[in-house]
């Protein structure tokens, strides 16, 4: 049929966010009738992750093909990329859609070398923060923002997941000098049911990656404070995994919370939900993070720090947002512990976020931003 298109997501982690992302869209764009495929790294992702690809492959006419993807620049990827642009090729996709830093940069690349064979492709580009996290000051920053400078006249359409993310992209590496949309990311309808807390629930709850960047260590420092400004231990629910996890399983017991805290590994956010009563996000950096999303969709209360794309879900100045500092974090939970109900009013309205965070209205923009490339 004209009207549908063979499409290929290249991204490196299937973890966090932008794997929760890659799956709602080509669950989405499968049920409109595209033929989809995925291309990721194979050293990243636990059994969690396994079980993921195993419910979408039969799905996903185009396959899911992992091969290995360094994270960093280095001799490795002349290797890395060569068996990834082996892989797109055979696919022939009308659509190469890269997500993040690496998926971004190999589908401009192999993006434009299908050209180079007459294969009419369109690139595309979400870069779900990325490199956009680098301080611009930096000489690995300049480096970077060089590289999307230069990679930018190989992109037919950049997607943004939030406002404060194509307003990073200008200052740090400049205005695009093609076609770009903003298309917030977006949740299934059923993830707008609430979520009950469950009996014996832990007063706070993390789930995310485990890395400095997404504020663990800030939630632990956090837990002392409040508990003392409260007077009384906290219990709290650590879920997830990464490479920095032995830290902080250090800094629990190095704080003496062992037996205060749990570390329990990556789970469905709703399952993880019933386990506290307070969720918080803790990071110092996100563009759109879809746990945010997530627990306000479920109708829990949180706290979560006032970076990236969050405002643009809370509203500028709202109180349930912080910096990402321990001393200010401690002080909210505290806040919001001592009185729940009345914390509970300063979520925002979930018939809004519905409408606004959709998971149809997301899918459909992005169809839309696929057929204006290729002139459909």
Not at 88 to 116: N, Q
Not at 144 to 171: G, K, N, P, Q
Not at 239 to 258: E, F, N
Request: with cysteine.
């Amino acid at each position: 049929m004209a009207d549908t298109l063979r499409i290929v997501h290249c991204f490196r982690s299937p973890v966090g966010g932008i794997f929760r992302h890659v799956r709602d869209l080509t669950e989405a764009q499968v049920a409109a009738g595209h033929s989809v495929g995925i291309v990721c790294d194979s050293t990243t992702g636990g059994d969690f992750e396994e079980h993921l690809f195993e419910n979408m492959k039969d799905s996903l006419a185009l396959g899911i093909h992992r091969t290995p993807m360094q994270r960093h620049v280095g001799p490795g990827d002349l290797a890395s990329a060569w068996r990834t642009f082996r892989i797109i090729k055979e696919l022939r996709p009308d659509v190469l859609h890269g997500h993040g830093a690496k998926g971004g940069a190999y589908t401009r690349l192999f993006g434009s070398l299908l050209r180079v064979s007459r294969s009419r492709v369109a690139r595309f580009y979400s870069p779900h923060g990325g490199s956009l996290h680098y301080d611009e000051t930096t000489g690995t920053g300049k480096l970077f923002f060089a590289l999307e400078r230069f990679m930018a006249r190989f992109t037919d359409c950049l997607l943004f997941v939030s406002d404060y993310e194509r307003r990073t992209y200008r200052r740090k590496v400049g205005e695009p000098p093609i076609p770009n949309r903003l298309i917030y990311n977006g949740l299934r309808a059923a993830e707008f049911e609430p979520v009950r807390t469950g009996r014996n629930a832990a007063d706070l709850l993390y789930i995310g990656m485990m890395r400095d960047l997404k504020g663990p260590d800030i939630f632990i420092d956090a837990l002392v404070l409040a508990g003392a400004r409260l007077g009384r231990p906290l219990k709290a629910v650590m879920v997830g995994d990464g490479d920095d996890l032995p830290r902080y399983h250090a800094q629990v017991t190095r704080l003496g919370l062992d037996g205060h805290v749990r570390f329990l590994p990556p789970m469905p956010a709703r399952s993880a939900f019933a386990l506290a009563k307070l969720v918080v996000v803790p990071s110092r950096a996100e563009a759109m993070p879809y746990i945010v999303l997530e627990t306000l969709a479920a109708g829990k209360s949180m706290i979560a720090t006032a970076v990236g794309g969050i405002p643009e879900i809370f509203g500028a100045g709202s109180p349930a947002l912080i910096q990402p500092d321990a001393r200010e974090l401690g002080d909210r939970v505290s806040e919001a512990l001592a009185d729940p109900k009345v914390y509970r009013h300063l979520m925002p309205d979930r018939t809004d976020l519905k409408a606004r965070f959709g998971a149809d209205v997301m899918a459909a923009e992005i169809e839309t931003a696929y057929f204006a490339a290729l002139g459909r």
